[in-house]
């Protein structure tokens, strides 16, 4: 895992969310960049590259920014209810459906929620304790105290997303 330094928030965040499970990274990196930038990618890896562009290309205070709004939506992402009752009852509604390949694929699904379920709150508990240990509010203040001081100058080095996406298929 990277370093507990404040210039290495960003990586820390980037590192947590390409490491996620399988079952879960997909959607939770497409939600957290759509929570702190507005934006929508719909497939992974292209989220990932942006979500790497926005913390990477901001400077000084507008990295404070782009730190809390991305700890926040990762947050928020990963309190969410994992049971996801509106998917469920949505995905056993087609399942008991006339034999379909989209009511055979429903099914499919279901089978997969419990072990999604695990995952998910696995990567709960994981992030709580980055949160609580290292990307902590005066984390981010003490960057922000250093304004354009080293720290900045340090943290303007851009996380290099192929590196991590490269870490992540080794593992």
């Known amino acids: 895992m990277p370093s ?8 820390q965040i980037l590192h947590f969310l390409l490491t996620l499970p399988s079952t879960i990274r997909e959607d939770v990196v497409i939600l957290v960049l759509l929570y702190a930038t507005g934006e929508n990618r719909l497939v992974e890896a292209e989220a990932v590259d942006r979500l790497a562009k926005f913390l990477g290309e901001a400077p000084g205070p507008r990295l404070v920014g782009a730190l809390l709004r991305t700890i926040m939506a990762t947050d928020y992402v990963l309190a969410r209810d994992p ?38 709150r696995a990567a ?4 709580s304790h980055l949160r609580a240990a290292v990307l ?5 203040r003490n960057l922000e105290a250093e304004g354009l001081g080293s720290a900045f100058e340090r943290a303007m080095v851009k996380p290099d997303a192929s590196k991590l996406l490269d870490e992540r298929s080794r593992s």
Not at 124 to 127: F, G, N, S, T
Not at 136 to 140: G, I, N, R, S
Request: hydrophobic share 40%; no cysteine; proline share 5%.
């Open 4 to 11: 507990t330094d404040d210039a290495d928030l960003r990586d």
């Open 83 to 120: 049971r996801g009752s509106q998917d469920h009852a949505f995905l056993s509604g087609l399942a008991k459906q006339t034999p379909s390949p989209l009511a055979a694929l429903a099914e499919q699904l279901l089978l997969g929620l419990p072990l999604r379920e695990r995952h998910h």
């Open 124 to 127: 709960w508990a994981k992030w």
């Open 136 to 140: 902590t509010l005066q984390a981010v």
